[in-house]
């Protein structure tokens, strides 16, 4: 027999699951300091198949910029 699920209830939460005693962002200020999360539109993580691959590619970009601005100050 399946249990009726409450509206306001997660679907994807087991009734098993406690988080009354949690709180809410308690390490978010951590983390935040210690992360850039940046998200990929979908054609890009295509071309991309993990973070060294994407550091690589903005590395290589950086230089080049790096590079043309040097040039335009002379």
Not at 49 to 73: F, H, T, Y
Request: aromatic share 6%; no cysteine; hydrophobic share 35%.
């Amino acid at each position: 027999m399946k249990k009726e699920q409450n509206s306001g209830h997660d679907a994807d939460m087991l009734d098993e699951y406690d988080f009354n005693g949690g709180v809410r962002g308690k390490y978010a200020e951590r983390f935040a300091q210690g992360s850039n999360v940046v998200v990929l539109d979908p054609d890009v993580a295509r071309v991309f198949s993990d973070a060294e691959s994407v550091n690589q590619a903005l590395r290589a970009l950086a230089g080049i910029i790096q590079q043309q601005s040097e040039k335009a100050q002379r």
